[in-house]
């Protein structure tokens, strides 16, 4: 079964209610784009800046105003967001084959450098509600700024089965 | 016919015409690469540099000496050298089936929130000349500079009939 | 024969003596995801970033600390770990089809604007070692900060054949 259902969305929904998260809406795009785009069996999401109630989770930047710990929970936040918009495409999580790379864009001064610590909010959170198909290629990267002030935009390449 | 021909590349050179454009000679890449790689039917295109007559349009920052506009207006360049690519590698425009994701590198002063607004010359062009194959997945990043100086970088993936 | 196996590991490997490189073991991820995931035959290979005997090459910014010549070598020793990567997941580079895109990722100060000598690093390896199917799409991009402050990451997608 494993090959033709490799994850099961309701095991995933309680998984993420045990972590205090539920699957959103997904975000409306900030501007002339669609949420996700998909090519054979590729989906290709846009890149989610972590938002709740309409605001920007932890704006800022690392190395500054914004902790290691917020943000680790911003790009939690943000794999969420990309999970809701590919059930949003797929219909249901049960058609997703795995997650195959994560690039993980990261606000940050100069001198920070623990990019990989604020990413693995993102990987660790997808492998622990998916399990093996949540395991993904990945970077992380830090940048100047991000739109409305993020300090973490998640973009997600999937794979559909 | 839409399935076989979502795209028609005179439709689109006449659009592009009245938006005062046209379709350039592909730019050379700046180095030891090559502008598009297929592989099956995805196409590849490399991060383009807006360039008119072989200057960069509007080098500079957002939040510093480039405006939204002058930003919006190198987004939207940078997308049709990527659509002058895309033709290049088909041969025509007819055989392009969709743009899938299209990733906005903007320069930004660290306090330079807009990304979205700059990204969206390049997302609303390609909308208003390609039609619904046109809307794509996408990312806006804030970085901190970009090859020759440029304010705008776009990368895109395509997808082939 | 070309068209089965544009790629010959033997030849490969000979090459990167003759340019003073071995194919490392793959350098462990640095967090919670893998050195590569597979889609069809599309692999993507994490974020390399360079690393000898578990010390990060040339860390620093271009622009600042870090010449054009040492992000040059930063970016060569990257691809050469992207290429140790493939080959662990192929098990051989005889079954790589071609490198599809290369992004570099170099740390820069606003100023800075040699990204693309500093990504040719990477570009030229490539194509030194593999020949045609070495050339590739590319995005080069001036970033804030990276993982462990290295001044490159160079993240790659191939095809395996």
């Given at each position: 079964?494993?090959?033709?259902?490799?994850?099961?969305?309701?095991?995933?929904?309680?998984?993420?209610?045990?972590?205090?998260?539920?699957?959103?809406?997904?975000?409306?795009?900030?501007?002339?784009?669609?949420?996700?785009?998909?090519?054979?069996?590729?989906?290709?999401?846009?890149?989610?800046?972590?938002?709740?109630?309409?605001?920007?989770?932890?704006?800022?930047?690392?190395?500054?105003?914004?902790?290691?710990?917020?943000?680790?929970?911003?790009?939690?936040?943000?794999?969420?967001?990309?999970?809701?918009v590919i059930r949003g495409e797929l219909g249901t999580l049960?058609?997703?084959?795995?997650?195959?790379?994560?690039?993980?864009?990261?606000?940050?001064?100069?001198?920070?450098?623990g990019q990989p610590q604020v990413a693995n909010g993102a990987?660790?959170?997808?492998e622990l509600v998916l399990g093996e198909p949540g395991r993904?290629?990945?970077?992380?990267?830090?940048?100047?700024?991000?739109?409305?002030?993020?300090?973490?935009?998640?973009?997600?390449?999937?794979?559909?089965?």
């Amino acid at each position: 079964v494993w090959e033709d259902a490799p994850v099961n969305e309701v095991d995933v929904v309680s998984k993420l209610t045990e972590l205090g998260y539920e699957l959103p809406t997904p975000t409306p795009p900030l501007a002339a784009y669609v949420p996700c785009v998909r090519a054979g069996d590729l989906l290709f999401v846009s890149g989610q800046v972590p938002m709740v109630d309409g605001e920007v989770v932890s704006p800022g930047h690392l190395g500054d105003d914004v902790s290691v710990e917020q943000g680790r929970e911003a790009a939690r936040r943000a794999a969420v967001q990309a999970l809701a918009v590919i059930r949003g495409e797929l219909g249901t999580l049960d058609r997703l084959s795995r997650i195959v790379q994560v690039t993980v864009f990261i606000s940050s001064t100069p001198d920070f450098a623990g990019q990989p610590q604020v990413a693995n909010g993102a990987s660790e959170l997808l492998e622990l509600v998916l399990g093996e198909p949540g395991r993904h290629a990945r970077a992380a990267i830090g940048v100047a700024a991000l739109p409305l002030g993020a300090s973490v935009e998640v973009a997600v390449t999937a794979q559909a089965s």
